[in-house]
Each structure stands twice: as C-alpha cells, then as structure tokens.
C-alpha cells in the first residue's frame, strides 16, 4: 500500500510551546500511524503544556465562542463569535477561525484561516491554507446509523487504495491550499499544497497532487428536467 508522509503535505508547527510537543514532529508520520496515535498524541502534548500554556495569553478567543477542555491554542490565534472548537483540536500560532464554525478533533495549522460557518472534523489542515465561508469537511461514511460509524475510511491514490485504518477520517488539506465557497470534502481525501479548490466543489475518497486546481462542472452544464406532476387541476 502506498504511504502518505504528512511532510509531503503539512508543515509541522515552529511557534510557540505546541512545538515542543509531538505535534513538532508532523511531519515525519505517516497518516495512518498518526490517525492510530492521535488520542494520545493530544493527551501527550496536554501533559507536556500543562494548563497554564495549554492557551496562550495573546490569543483573542470571543466571549460567544466555546473552547474544550482538551483544545490547545497558540500565540496570536483568533477564534470569532459563536465558534465552537472541541475534542481534542489544535489551533497552531496565528490561525483564525472566523464567525459560526465548528471544529471538531482537528489540527489547523500556523497562519491557517477557516472563513464563516465553515466545518471542519478529524481534519489536518496545513500551513496559511485558506478555507472560505461554507466549507464541511466530513469524517464518516454513509451507514445505518451515523451515531456508531463503522466503516473504515478508504482512499483511492495513483498506485491503488490506500486504508486509513479508522472509521473517522476527514483530510488533509496541504500548506497554501485555496478553497472557494460551498464546498463539501470528505471522507477520506489527501489534498496536496497549494491547491486551490473552487466553489461548489465535492470531493472525497482521493487524493490530489500538489499544485492541482479542482473544478465543479460549470454552471452551463447543470441539468434541468420538468419532473412529473402528481397534482391535477
């Protein structure tokens, strides 16, 4: 099975205390493994931080805004009004995350901007990349009940599949990655850097090159069909 090494696509974090911690490593994992670790990785990274720095006195988190317990934050972050970021996310030095997000079980990285009302779960997202109002990014397969996922999160890659190993999988998004509105990524995607994704793209279970531009089918070719009236005058 083809490997994917996380320093292909992200950039570990530089600033701030959460380099000391095994986050300072990204980039030498490899996404299965580090999917298999990430739970005690953030437990790891909790102890090595205490709670003292485990947010850090210059960021600007908004009184409607709701952090975790187990949420790391680094120098000069900005969480925005009616955010909610919890179970185990990592907000690394200068990211913004603006007006109505939620992000879940997720690594943004340093200088990264969520834009509003954007969704992000189980997710890495690279250095400076920039995700734009309406973005989801999912984490679990269709199945009968979405409470209890128990599909695992398969990938298609240039040489085959590749098995991420677990059922809760979103994506990882590369350093300078772009993305237009409306967009909805998942499961099970691998976007390299400085892609730009635009507007009312869907994306999952593939990986992308770095460098690539992602495009929906244009407006033109959108398909319009009377349907068959059950009412009778």
């Known amino acids: 099975m083809e490997q994917i090494i996380l320093g292909d696509y992200v950039t570990a974090p530089t600033r701030g205390a959460i380099a000391t911690t095994p986050y300072g490593s990204l980039e030498k994992f490899e996404l299965a493994d580090f999917l298999a670790q990430w739970t005690g ?6 102890v090595t931080l205490g709670e003292d720095r485990r947010i850090h006195p210059s960021a600007f988190i908004h009184p409607t805004a709701i952090v975790g317990d187990d949420v790391i934050i680094g120098p000069d972050v900005q969480v925005h009004e009616f955010t909610t970021v919890r179970k185990g996310s990592v907000l690394c030095a200068g990211a913004r995350v603006g007006f109505n997000c939620e992000v879940t079980g997720a690594f943004v990285g340093e200088g990264a901007v969520l834009g509003h009302r954007i969704g992000v779960n189980r997710t890495i997202l690279g250095a400076r990349a920039h995700l734009s109002a309406g973005v989801t990014v999912a984490a679990i397969n269709m199945t009968s009940d979405m409470r209890k996922p128990d599909r695992e999160v398969i990938m298609r890659t240039g040489s085959g599949l590749y098995r991420s190993g677990t059922t809760q999988f979103g994506a990882v998004i590369g350093d300078d990655t772009q993305t237009g509105n409306n967009i909805s990524i998942g499961p099970g995607v691998a976007i390299g850097r400085r892609c730009q994704i635009t507007s009312g793209v869907t994306l999952a279970i593939r990986t ?10 244009h407006t033109m070719e959108t398909s319009v069909r009377r349907r068959r009236s059950t009412f009778t005058r």
């Not at 990785?41 to 909790?46: C, D, F, I, T, V």
């Open 41 to 46: 990785l953030q437990r790891e990274a909790l």
């Open 208 to 217: 992308v090159p770095k460098d690539c531009t992602v495009t929906a089918p």
